[in-house]
């Protein structure tokens, strides 16, 4: 079973930027989907980009879409999520996860079967 541990998360103000990296153990990161999701408080979790095994593809929620950025390097077995122009509705926990089967699959949950602890972003406005 694959370990996935998220970092970069934080307190920032509406506006502002972070970056979230996912370290992946295990011997074959590049060969799986990753995908990055978040769940804020009294919400059910919720997509926000997915990425193909070689990068090449990528996917976002649409109220992401030209703000967020997910990259992998598959050599350091890392998934980012360059996130900009921060806003308060953004404020969650953000969880990593490694795609189900081999394969581009689809952004439900449930085609997701390892996942991080999760990280806490908080946007201030």
């Known amino acids: 079973q694959v370990q996935l541990v998220e970092s970069g998360g934080g307190l920032v103000q509406a506006g502002g930027s972070l970056r979230l990296s996912c370290a992946a153990s295990?011997?074959?990161?590049?060969?799986?989907?990753m995908g990055w999701f978040r769940q804020a408080p009294g919400k059910e979790r919720e997509f926000v980009a997915r990425i193909s095994m070689s990068g090449s593809v990528t996917s976002y929620e649409d109220s992401v879409k030209g703000r967020f950025t997910i990259s992998r390097d598959n050599a350091k077995k890392t998934v980012y999520l360059q996130m900009n122009s921060l806003k308060p509705e953004d404020t969650a926990v953000y969880f990593c996860?490694?795609?189900?089967?081999?394969?581009?699959?689809?952004?439900?949950?449930?085609?997701?079967?390892?996942w991080g602890q999760g990280t806490q972003v908080t946007v201030s406005s």
């Open positions: 996860a490694r795609g189900r089967t081999l394969g581009w699959g689809t952004k439900a949950s449930a085609d997701f079967d390892s």
């Open positions: 295990g011997r074959t990161f590049s060969s799986y989907t």
